[in-house]
Nanobody
């Protein structure tokens, strides 16, 4: 399984950015896909998740409303749209996937078996 994250870059505070995660190597029926982020000196934190076979989405409460996770099953791609970016959003963003998820576990990094390489997002103020 390969997860390839892309779309990061350097933006100004208030800008928007869309990250992409291309998944390959198997079928993802029944999977959950997620985005996490890790800022320098901080632990990896949950951003958002989505079920591959439905439109159920899950968000970190602090990011709900500014960040939107979506998917295109035909393209095997999961997206993360980030609006009104702030300097605190600066981090490496990782996409992740798992076949084994249950209610309440979406938010934990240990739930996810597959990880992409990360894409850097830098927000300058």
């Amino acid at each position: 399984v390969q997860l390839q994250a892309s779309g990061g870059g350097v933006v100004q505070a208030g800008d928007s950015l869309r990250l992409s995660c291309l998944a390959s190597g198997r079928t993802f029926d029944g999977h959950a896909m997620a985005w996490f982020r890790q800022a320098p000196g901080k632990e990896r934190e949950f951003v958002a998740a989505i079920r591959w076979n439905s439109f159920n989405t899950y968000y970190a409460e602090s990011l709900r409303g500014r960040f939107t996770i979506s998917k295109d099953n035909a393209k095997n791609t999961v997206y993360l749209r980030m609006d009104n970016l702030e300097s605190l959003d600066t981090a490496v963003y990782y996409c992740a996937g798992t076949a084994n998820v249950y209610s309440g576990s979406y938010y934990q990094a240990t739930t996810y078996a597959y990880w992409g390489q990360g894409t850097q997002v830098t927000v300058s103020s």
